[in-house]
């Protein structure tokens, strides 16, 4: 037997399975052929999980390298344009409490840091503007429901950072496609009913009911939360995280719009409710609306009668799917020659859009990494490992963080998310560090890091996080600079409010119009 890699062999579809495909695809494909083999097999009967429909910026670069035209994307997968995620009653639970997570950095950050100006002004004055509308323009546009982009765009190209809402289902059949015609991926719709071992331990072929053994040399699991290969055949453990974060169970449901040119968000909301959250997306033809909470702390209440009321009338004619979520990942990723993509891999709260953005980074460093023999895969995969579960470990804790500023006391959701025993001890000593100092680049040294220090400022000071002023005179000695970067945010906000179009307007002109092919 060669000793060489030659043929990966993905089991699953969906978003994991065909975004992992097309990155191996479009890195390994030789002109005239002989680059290394991709098959796909999934199956008719398992449909997809579908519900996590918000990107990251990373999804623009994504596509781009796979040669996807964003033109094509946005009308195939009925996708809409998302600048951040917008947090309403997450921290009082009033009816006008909401903070914004932006996808543009602070003015002038990393090189120099607003926060403490913001600080002192808002200990000042507790009326003063919100920390993400004082130090950039995208809450400004986001609230006015506008575009990053124009029409005369290049593509993947905007006057601001964007990401994606889109339809997971139409996604899946989008990439599906692509890869089959124009990247050369085998794909094959059979079940599999058993997976053949080989001697040494590793997985020699996945056998179909209908094709028979599909061999391979790499094998990648993205069969959901069955795990199919990594768990159930090489019997990797589950490690749950549900002690830090409490979600386990989603509602969801999609609402169309009530005429074609309503409005379409600019971000991604997440609504506070008594045992968790609600999310609202905003796509072309409807919006995606789900209800993620704790079944623990929801003991004798009704989550779907609090679904309705947020939905409104026309509840009524829809019927929610109902989701069970388990907090956690596998114990390790990558083990022999079975590696794990998506779901079959971990999941944690749909907060942030984290799911997706995990997939593109594994399938993208699977497929830039590629071990050229068997006797490399096994270095390769102790890299994998140790890089994957600190990227879950960050997310993890960046998910806690949403919670444990809270003042809400109205249910014992909020109060057990401030309870120190569910709380990470590495959170538990930024969050004394940034008492005295605002979230930096010191902190964050690992190149696998998943948020940015900025990302961690808007949420804390979006949650009312205010640092001791005692110790902030080193942070404040150039007000002069400041007052220029606050400036210029302003005008920023002024320059882009009159030439944007809204979502809605942008959207509707890629019906007849593309954006600049680069």
Request: charge should be negative.
């Amino acid at each position: 037997m060669s000793d060489f890699v030659t043929s990966v062999c993905i089991v699953g579809g969906g978003s994991a399975g065909w975004l992992t495909a097309a990155l191996i695809a479009a890195r390994h494909r030789v002109p005239g052929g002989g680059g290394l083999s991709v098959t796909l097999v999934e199956s008719e009967r398992i449909g997809i999980i579908g519900v996590g429909e918000g990107t990251w910026p990373t999804m623009r670069n994504t596509l781009r390298k796979v040669g996807v035209s964003e033109t094509d994307f946005l009308r195939a997968c009925n996708a809409s344009f998302k600048q951040g995620a917008k947090f309403a009653r997450w921290r009082t639970g009033a009816a006008d409490d909401f903070y914004y997570h932006p996808l543009v950095l602070p003015e002038g950050f990393p090189e120099f840091d607003l926060a403490p100006y913001w600080n002192a002004e808002a200990l000042a004055d507790p009326a003063s503007a919100s920390f993400s509308d004082t130090v950039c323009f995208q809450e400004f546009l986001c609230e006015r429901q506008l575009a990053p982009k124009l029409i005369t765009s290049p593509e993947y190209g905007g006057l601001a950072n964007y990401a994606y809402h889109l339809d997971a289902g139409r996604f899946a059949e989008f990439m599906r496609t692509h890869c089959v015609e124009k990247l050369g991926v085998r794909h094959v719709i059979d079940d599999v009913v058993r997976v053949e071992m080989a001697e040494n331990g590793d997985i020699a072929a996945v056998v179909t009911q209908v094709n028979g053994p599909l061999a391979a040399d790499l094998f990648i699991d993205c069969s959901g939360f069955s795990s199919l290969l990594l768990g159930e055949t090489l019997g990797v453990p589950f490690i749950d995280r549900s002690d830090v974060l409490f979600i386990d169970r989603a509602l969801a449901v999609q609402l169309p719009y009530d005429a074609d040119d309503a409005p379409v968000a600019s971000q991604t909301n997440s609504v506070g409710q008594r045992h968790g959250w609600i999310w609202d997306i905003g796509l072309q033809n409807r919006r995606g609306i789900g209800y993620v909470y704790s079944s623990r702390h929801a003991q004798g209440s009704s989550p779907e009668e609090e679904l309705a009321a947020y939905v409104g009338p026309g509840f009524d004619a829809l019927t929610p799917r109902e989701l069970t979520i388990r907090s956690g990942h596998r114990e390790t990723f990558w083990k022999r020659n079975c590696v794990a993509v998506g779901l079959s891999a971990g999941f944690l709260e749909p907060l942030e859009s984290s799911a997706l953005v995990l997939i593109e980074l594994s399938a993208d460093f699977i497929a830039e990494t590629m071990p050229a023999t068997r006797s490399g895969m096994d270095i390769v995969a102790r890299r994998f490992n140790d890089m994957t579960r600190y990227r879950f470990d960050r997310v993890v804790e960046f998910l806690k963080l949403h919670y444990v500023l809270t003042e809400r006391d109205d249910t014992a959701f909020w109060r057990d998310n401030r309870d120190p025993a569910t709380i990470p001890q590495s959170l538990q000593d930024q969050l004394e560090l940034w008492r005295y100092a605002p979230p930096g680049e010191q902190d964050f040294s690992s190149a696998h890091e998943m948020f940015p220090a900025a990302s961690y400022q808007y949420v804390l000071y979006g949650m009312g996080f205010k640092m001791d002023p005692r110790f902030q005179a080193r942070g404040v000695r150039d007000p002069n600079a400041a007052q220029d970067a606050f400036d210029r945010t302003a005008t920023m906000k002024r320059k882009l409010a009159g030439m944007l179009p809204t979502n809605r307007q942008l959207l509707t002109k890629l019906g007849d119009y593309r954006f600049q092919t680069i």
